[in-house]
């Protein structure tokens, strides 16, 4: 799981859904990608999963496009 934000940021963390519906799921940080400028109060816009390798792409305001591997 991962999630972007305004500060040029992306937080990537690991996901786990208990067994037991009553119990919390767990919720690991596992990295912080920083490559993105913020431009006019924004930071990274978009990011999505690789279907198949384990990679992330991303877009910012700054009109980068990121590949982290």
């Not at 119990?23 to 999963?49: A, D």
């Amino acid at each position: 799981m991962a999630s972007a934000s305004n500060d040029g940021t992306i937080h990537v963390f690991h996901f786990k859904v208990q067994p037991d519906n009553l119990q919390e799921p767990t919720v690991l940080p596992l990295k912080v990608l920083r490559g993105h400028s913020i431009r006019s109060y924004e930071g990274v816009k978009c990011i999505k999963f690789h279907p198949k390798q384990p990679w992330v792409f991303s877009v910012g305001k700054d009109g980068k496009l990121l590949l982290w591997t």
